[in-house]
């Protein structure tokens, strides 16, 4: 955990929170390589450019209001707003309907395929992935359950898994802190996991883009994989519709929706 990273610049030393320097790159790199998976998809520079900024701007939307869906408590309390600008208060799946439905309707107004984008916004999405769950990984957010497994990790001191299990075991502070479910690093594995079965799959296919089956094969990976880490996942705040919501209900939803896919491409 590294939850402020120091960058020296000049004879001035700046704290960046290593969630907002990770969260702020994956950004960054999609901003930066998205309008070059649009142009493979076919679309012109400024259309490439203008989808772009729609998606982005959708993606991040339905990643704020996803999270207050799933947290209705926290708006209004502790400065959290729906319209706040920041880097806190965001849900991956929130972002990817938000970013995936806009795609649905730009391939439709814009005469693309809808299957190549999405073969071709794999490794972009993976990657994206990856920086934003390694800022889990510095921030310390998104921990597991304690484990007495080998293979878990030690509960650091104040760190927010510690305060949070303080909040629930009032004499936590007198007992041996426990160790934890690196539930980041599940999940960076599932990223890891599904890219490679993609890229198995790209190989596999000649390196042809538009089947379909290459984003298929990485969003079943992916859900799937995210579906088992969720059961070891601590929600200390969440309500019991909370969990229902952001586990069966939207792993599944999101499997339906996979196999419609497979179901209906050419």
């Known amino acids: 955990m590294l939850r402020i990273i120091e960058v020296n610049i000049g004879n001035k030393v700046f704290e960046i929170p290593g969630y907002n ?3 702020g790159l994956s950004i960054i790199v999609t901003i930066l390589l998205l309008p070059l998976v649009f142009s ?9 450019l203008i989808s772009t900024s729609i998606t982005l701007i959708t993606a991040l ?16 309390s502790s400065g959290g707003s729906v319209f706040e600008v920041s880097f806190k208060d965001f849900t991956l799946y929130g972002a990817v309907f938000g970013a995936f439905t806009t795609v649905i309707f730009l391939s439709w107004s814009m005469k693309f395929s809808l299957y190549e984008f999405l073969d071709r916004a794999v490794w972009l999405t993976g990657l994206s992935m990856l920086l934003a769950r390694m800022g889990c990984v510095l921030n310390g957010c998104c921990y597991g359950k304690p484990t007495k497994m080998p293979w878990g990790i030690p509960m650091l001191k104040d760190s927010l898994a510690h305060r949070e299990y303080l909040q629930t075991h009032p ?3 007198f007992m041996e802190i426990p160790r934890i479910h690196f539930t ?24 042809q883009y538009g089947k379909g ?18 059961f070891f996942r601590e929600f200390p705040n969440a309500s019991q519709m909370s969990d229902f919501i952001r586990g069966p209900l939207i792993y599944l939803t999101a499997f339906t929706i996979l196999f419609i ?3 209906k491409r050419r």
């Open 21 to 23: 320097l990770m969260l």
């Open 171 to 173: 004499f936590g502070l």
């Open 261 to 263: 896919m497979y179901a």
């Open 213 to 230: 089956i290459i984003a298929i094969s990485f969003g079943m990976t992916i859900t799937v994989g995210r579906f088992i880490v969720y």
């Open 61 to 76: 939307i339905g990643a704020r209001l996803f999270f207050f869906a799933l947290y209705p408590e926290a708006i209004g």
């Open 184 to 207: 980041q690093g599940y999940e960076l594995l599932v990223i890891l996991v599904a890219l490679a079965t993609a890229f198995v799959i790209f190989i596999k296919s000649d390196k």
């Open 40 to 48: 493979g998809a076919g679309l012109s520079k400024k259309k490439s």
